[in-house]
Structures are given as structure tokens and as C-alpha cells.
């Protein structure tokens, strides 16, 4: 996923005894000292490890590394490809061994990229990104999301640490066939929405489909409904974790009560907090669900699961013709260690499943590229259906951050908070006040 977006724990990193060296921070080669002719660097073998696990992200990852050991047979790929949850809790300790492995997705946020960045594990791009032309390739809205200041505080600035295949945006999956049964349109505004989760929940549906087991979908439920209450340059403050906005507000808390009163009308299905995030989304391919709130990286399961019965739309506004404002970004980007001893063979491989190239073979595997993807050719339906999203919502930059990057623990805070709040184990005020002394404490110290 953002994806998938969240870590499964924290980071903890040890202060230096006195006397020891504090770890070093990697520093990008100057640009006339990288080799990109991946052919001449003699025989590699470069370790891989991606969370592109899925049909279509397996498949993309499939086809584009068999090309790439096909034009270079020097290199050769031990390919190492884990759940998201899983790479999340490993990469940790193989970053801090003596081996780690030569490129890894690495998520985002400050509990991983960020965190690894600090501890010098990722070797920074920039010297690559002159001499392949990544900055023409990706738009700098894009690249923020890989961004990090070398002490790893600042997020969205700084060194270049890693490069993403796909895009991502936060949307409405909906099921066609069920929306003509029940009489429904896709809803054109929120209160349209709202309406037909009414509709289908007396028409004897599952109004809209989550499985919250893994804590983390539950954010992106509520990072949808917030873009409906709070301006985006506020969501944009607190997602990146800076100074200057507070979770405590009328809007945050309208926010909140909204989503305990779907729970209270029940639009979920019963035990929606006890189900896994993979079997929901399964549940959704076949008819369990007129709705789910879920990434584009779902597209392809959901796809051949249901076919052209399937739709996306971005979040409809408070207004037919509000700007459109969806939780995205990239998925997880590709970084280099920087324990790696093959750091040029490393990019030249980056490079390659990211070119022009690769966003074609992205495309035709059902997955969204986050570049070149005006230039990309699919058909009506499903896939055009999210494409269009995408494209609407970076053009009118409408993209807002997902909320667990706002602090190294915030993925683990927000997670269970939000648990609560759909337990209703806490008040909505409650919930708010657990988000911002996580928050608070952050960005006041964090320079």
C-alpha cells in the first residue's frame, strides 16, 4: 500500500555511550563519481526488499525485474518481497545489522524513512537524481513525499532518501450493480453520500465495508471525512507534523462525531473492529459492501474481483463544485542502504523501475503510476475511473498527507485512538485530546 502508510511499531534508538561516535550520516557522491553504466560494474548481486506482494503489484514487480536481469545478466536480483506489516517490522533490525539489504521500500513516515534517516541506514539520492534526471521525471510535490532533512526532523524538505512507482490517492470504491439496485447514483456531494450509506443500510446492504483489526485503515476512513470538515492547509500542517495547527477545534470534532455516528446507524458491518484489513477488501470483491473508503492500491484485486461492476471516485465535496481534496501521496519509495556495497548498480535499478518503461508496464498491470500517467493509454472503466481521480486531485493540488506521518509514534497513536473512538471507548474529545499530546509534544520540540 500506502502505502499503506503506517509502521508496526517504533524505533527506538539508543543513545551513544561516552565516547562513541554518534552514526554516521551517508553523504551522496558528488555527480562525476556515480557510474550509471549498470552493464560495466562487473558481476553484482543486488538483494531486494518490496511489499509488492498483491496480484497487480506482484505482477508489475515480476515482469520489470525479469527485464531488467535480462538486459543486465551481470546483476543479478535475490528478491526478497514481504506483506506490508511484515517488511515494516523486519526492515528494522536488517537496517542495523551488518548486511542489510541493497534497496528496500521503506515507508515514508517519520517511524520508518524518517527514523532510518536519522540513524544514517539510508544513503541519500540527490548526486543520482542530476545524473538520471529524476527531478524532470517526478514533479518536487511528489518528491517532498522522500524528502527529509539529514538529522531526519524535517519532513518534506532536504535530502532526496527514495523514489516511489506508484501513485496513491484515498477514495470511494463502489459497487455499480449494487448502486442501480438500490436506485442510487455515485453521489455527487457529501450529503449525497451520506444519504445513500442511509439508503443501502434500509435496502439491507453493508453500507460501507472496513476491517479495522490492523488499526491503520480506520485512518484513512477518518482522513476522508476530516477533508470534509478541515481545510486542507491545516490537515497539511498536522500530517507533516509542524507548528501551528491543533487537533482540538470544531472542525476536528465534527469530524469525529460524524464517523461514531455511522457506527451508531450501522453503516459498518457488525465486528468491523475485530475484522483483518485483507479479508474487507476480499469481502468488498465479492458483494459484501455498496462502499469501501480505501487507496488505488487496491485497484487491480478489486478489478478482476468485480470487474467493470466496479467504481472509484475521489471523496465527493461539501458542494458539487468544491475542489477536490483526498489523503495521497506515493507508495512506499525505493531507497538504497547505506551499508549497501553496490550503491551504483542499487540506482541504476531504481532508475529502471521507474522509467518512462516501467510506467507503461504499471499500467498494464492495473496499477497507478505516479509519473508519466497523462501519457498512459486504458481503457473505460475501472482503471479510468481511478486515473481521472489522480489526475484531477494532483492537478488541482488537492493531495493532502496521510496522518500518520505527523510523528514517529502518530501511526500507533492515531491507530488505537481510533479503535476507541469506534468502540466508543472514548469521547470524541477524548480521542482529539489522545492526538494532541502525541502532536503537541512533537512539533514543539522538534525544532
Known amino acids: 500500500m500506502r502505502l499503506a502508510v503506517l509502521a508496526a511499531g517504533v524505533l527506538v534508538l539508543t543513545s551513544c555511550a561516552p565516547g562513541s561516535s554518534a552514526p554516521p550520516t ?9 557510474r ?22 506482484a505482477a508489475q514487480m515480476k515482469q520489470l525485474n525479469d527485464a531488467f536481469q535480462a538486459k543486465y545478466p551481470n546483476i543479478k ?35 520508518s524513512m524518517g527514523a532510518f534517516v536519522k540513524a544514517g541506514q539510508l544513503r541519500p539520492l540527490d548526486a543520482y537524481a542530476d545524473v538520471y534526471g529524476w527531478k524532470r521525471r517526478y514533479p518536487e510535490s511528489v518528491l517532498r513525499y522522500s524528502r527529509y532533512s539529514a538529522d531526519g526532523k524535517l519532513f518534506g524538505e532536504g535530502n532526496l532518501y527514495g523514489l516511489p512507482q506508484v501513485g496513491e490517492v484515498v477514495g470511494v470504491f ?12 455515485p453521489p455527487k456531494t457529501w450529503a449525497d453520500f451520506e444519504t445513500s450509506l442511509a439508503t443501502a443500510k434500509a435496502g439491507g446492504e453493508v453500507p460501507l465495508q472496513l476491517g479495522n483489526l490492523d488499526k491503520w485503515p480506520a485512518i484513512h476512513v477518518f482522513g476522508t471525512v476530516q477533508s470534509r470538515h478541515v481545510p486542507p492547509d491545516q490537515i497539511g500542517t498536522l500530517g507533516f507534523g509542524r507548528k501551528g495547527a491543533t487537533w482540538n477545534t470544531p472542525e476536528n470534532t465534527a469530524t469525529a462525531e460524524q464517523l461514531v455516528g455511522w457506527v451508531d446507524k450501522g453503516y459498518f458491518a457488525k465486528g468491523f473492529n475485530g475484522q483483518g484489513y485483507d479479508p474487507a477488501w476480499q469481502a468488498f470483491g465479492k458483494g459484501q459492501g455498496v462502499f469501501m473508503i480505501a487507496g488505488t492500491w487496491l485497484l487491480a484485486d ?47 535499478y531504481i532508475n529502471f523501475i521507474t522509467s518512462a518503461d516501467a510506467m507503461k508496464v504499471l499500467t498494464a498491470t492495473g496499477n ?28 488541482k493540488n488537492g493531495l493532502v498527507p496521510y496522518l500518520d506521518y505527523a510523528t514517529p509514534t502518530f501511526a500507533d497513536t492515531l491507530g488505537a485512538a ?29 525544532g
Do not use: C, H
Request: proline residues 8%; charged residues 20%; glycine residues 8%.
Open 174 to 185: 463502489y459497487n455499480r450493480a449494487k448502486l442501480t439496485k438500490l436506485g442510487l447514483q
Open 418 to 446: 481510533l479503535q476507541d473512538l469506534l468502540a466508543e471507548k472514548a469521547t470524541p474529545q477524548e480521542f482529539l485530546a489522545t492526538l494532541e499530546k502525541d502532536y503537541k509534544t512533537f512539533a514543539e520540540s522538534n
Open 77 to 111: 536480483l535475490n528478491r526478497v518481497s514481504r506483506s506490508f506489516d511484515d517488511l515494516n517490522t523486519t526492515l528494522r533490525l536488517a537496517l542495523s545489522g551488518n548486511e542489510p539489504p541493497d534497496v528496500v521500500e521503506a515507508n515514508n513516515g517519520r517511524s
Open 302 to 348: 478489486l478489478q478482476k474481483a468485480l470487474g467493470d461492476d466496479l467504481g472509484f471516485m475521489l471523496p465527493p465535496g461539501v458542494t458539487a463544485d468544491a475542489p477536490p481534496v483526498a489523503t495521497g501521496g506515493t507508495g512506499l519509495p525505493f531507497a538504497i542502504t547505506a551499508k549497501s556495497p553496490n550503491p551504483d548498480a542499487a540506482a541504476a
Open 368 to 395: 497507478l503510476p505516479v509519473a508519466e500517467t497523462g501519457q498512459q493509454s486504458v481503457a473505460k472503466g475501472p482503471q479510468q475511473d481511478v486515473f481521472t481521480a489522480f489526475g484531477t486531485v494532483t492537478a
Open 26 to 34: 551517508p553523504t551522496s557522491a558528488p555527480p562525476s563519481a556515480v
Open 36 to 57: 550509471t553504466d549498470a552493464a560495466a560494474l562487473g558481476n553484482v548481486t543486488l538483494t531486494v526488499w518490496d511489499q509488492e506482494v498483491r496480484g497487480g503489484q
